[in-house]
């Protein structure tokens, strides 16, 4: 396997966690594609498809597939979001429906790997053009083709600094510094410290992710990750105590857990109502959404200020997006193929230029995206996968859950971390 590439200034960027496509219909397709020269037909399930910004994209990953099989219909079938992994568990059910599938990298791909196809021996020439495969693996088989990189950069308006009398070009290093500058600022601009939105239960992940590594040490972090996980360890408690001391202190925005992150929260930080949010490298959340907004000059990324001495912060980022293949499509080769396709350079190209997406391969030059992006790819050569990403999607779900209640105050830092151990080791 891949282990993370060394990036200079080529990159592109991650996946959305939240889709906008639309309903469709499910387009069972089990046995009708076929190989070689003969008639056939694909049908992919996402929820990307159907958004604008990734029209050229879609297009130009249809156009290298028909070079390489003219006589294939391919169908898109963009799938709402919230409700996208349910009717897929449907699909897996019954055995039969689309031929290739796009997941988010982690728990969500690793739950279903039974129902996909190992894709090693298909993929084999672009494991080193593309970079975040560990999150579209599963017990050392691939199964998932990366799109996009996803991380979680702290991202600040630097703008709001100034009105402060804070200088921009260096934020905090230290969390008593941070909440410190953050004081200034709203006292300066009455812009709260954080956009948060935690409705969907999502922004506890974000939380982990970008400030775990500043709380945590190396070794904590690489056991973290390597699946032997403390969750007794006072520095693990430490983070969820963070969490709730954020909110308790004022340094969120107003009513988290009634605010949407996808795109309530966002909106907040664009609209310079918040000096920070923890967003995304992808299409939404991110660097293009926030400089159309506020100036790309304006839109800084930071690095986790050290909560707990001997932590060593980093980007979190890992695969975002891939495509997967069904092991019940008829042609798992061709289907194969197509996601080659939607992961080829042209295809990858135009996710990042119009989307934003910092896409997976390594052999595209983001160079003149602008401030924040260059600040991206120079952390990514020393980035650290996601913490969240390494936990199971039940043990997240439950996590979601528990954040909504840490922060009305209807559970405690202890009972959560309790369940969390429990729901962390049965899986």
Not at 94 to 112: A, E, W, Y
Not at 120 to 148: K, N
Not at 330 to 339: I, M
Request: glycine content about 10%; charged content about 20%.
């Amino acid at each position: 396997m891949k282990q993370r590439a060394l990036w200079s200034a080529v990159v592109v960027s991650g996946l959305a966690l939240a889709g906008c496509g639309a309903a469709s219909d499910s387009g069972s397709t089990s046995g009708d594609a076929e190989g070689g020269d003969g008639e056939g037909r694909l049908v992919v399930w996402d929820w990307k498809s159907g958004d604008e910004s990734a029209a050229t994209y879609i297009e130009q990953a249809k156009a290298d597939f028909a070079e390489k099989h003219p006589n294939v219909e391919v169908e898109f079938v963009a799938q709402p979001f919230d409700q996208y992994y349910t009717l897929l568990g449907g699909a897996i059910q019954t055995g039969s429906g689309p031929d290739v599938i796009l997941f988010n990298g982690g728990g969500q791909i690793r739950d279903r790997a039974d129902s996909l196809v190992p894709l090693d021996d298909y993929l084999a020439e672009d494991q080193d053009r593309l970079a975040g495969w560990d999150a579209f693996t599963e017990d050392g088989q691939i199964y998932a083709a990366p799109v996009t990189l996803q991380g979680h950069p702290i991202y600040y308006n630097r703008a709001l600094y100034e009105q402060a009398g804070l200088d921009p070009d260096n934020p905090a290093a230290t969390w008593d510094e941070f909440v410190s500058n953050c004081e200034s600022i709203t006292d300066a601009t009455g812009a709260t410290c954080f956009a948060l939105g935690n409705q969907e239960g999502i922004g506890i992940e974000f939380f982990l992710s970008a400030l775990g590594s500043a709380v945590l040490s190396p070794q904590e972090y690489d056991d973290w990750i390597a699946g032997d996980r403390d969750w007794s360890s006072p520095n693990v408690k430490r983070i969820f105590e963070l969490w709730t001391e954020v909110d308790d202190a004022g340094l969120n925005s107003e009513a988290p857990n009634s605010t949407a992150m996808f795109n309530d929260s966002f909106a907040i930080f664009q609209s310079g109502e918040a000096s920070h949010v923890i967003g995304l490298m992808s299409d939404v959340g991110h660097w293009k959404d926030f400089s159309e907004f506020l100036g790309a000059e304006n839109v800084g990324v930071m690095q986790a200020p050290v909560v707990e001495q001997g932590a060593a912060p980093n980007l979190p980022y890992d695969g975002g997006i891939g495509y997967a293949v069904a092991e019940w499509t008829s042609d798992p080769e061709l289907a194969a193929d197509l996601v080659r396709s939607l992961t080829s350079t042209a295809a990858l190209e135009a996710f990042f230029a119009d989307a934003g997406a910092i896409a997976a391969d390594t052999t595209i030059d983001a160079s003149s995206a602008g401030p924040s992006v260059a600040t991206i790819i120079a952390e990514l050569e020393n980035g650290r996968p996601a913490l969240h990403v390494a936990l199971s999607s039940e043990t997240l779900e439950l996590m979601g859950r528990l954040s909504q209640q840490l922060l009305s105050g209807s559970a405690t830092v202890d009972e959560a971390v309790e369940q969390l151990a429990a729901s962390d080791q049965a899986g």
